[in-house]
């Protein structure tokens, strides 16, 4: 069980890379690989405070989901819940954003 939600996650981790720019795909690709873990921790830790400190100028909620995100690659009792996470929230972001797009469609018409 535990294999097949850590290969839901890097299934997930695939999927965000392709969407970022460049630099930021190799860097989160160095970052996966098994001997950064000592990297990766610490980061998700720093990550999930500043999204929880999200008020303050600088940090941004978005912060979240990516420190729990590379904190779910070493911390098996996070992958279940993150990656359900990850689907609800992207099935909810594609639901939005064709209601979105559909109601502009009408509009043009």
Do not use: C, H, Y
């Not at 990550?47 to 100028?57: A, N, R, T």
């Amino acid at each position: 069980m535990a294999s097949k939600s850590r290969a839901r996650l890097n299934r997930q981790f695939d999927r965000l890379q392709r969407r970022i720019p460049d630099f930021a795909a190799r860097w989160l690709e160095r970052i996966r690989r098994p001997g950064a873990r000592l990297i990766r921790i610490p980061l998700g830790i720093l990550l999930v405070l500043g999204g929880i400190f999200s008020f303050l100028p600088v940090l941004g909620i978005w912060m979240l989901p990516l420190g729990l995100l590379l904190l779910a690659l070493d911390l098996v009792f996070l992958q279940g819940p993150v990656n359900s996470a990850v689907v609800r929230g992207t099935r909810k972001l594609s639901t939005w954003r064709r209601a979105r797009r559909d109601k502009k469609a009408g509009r043009d018409n």
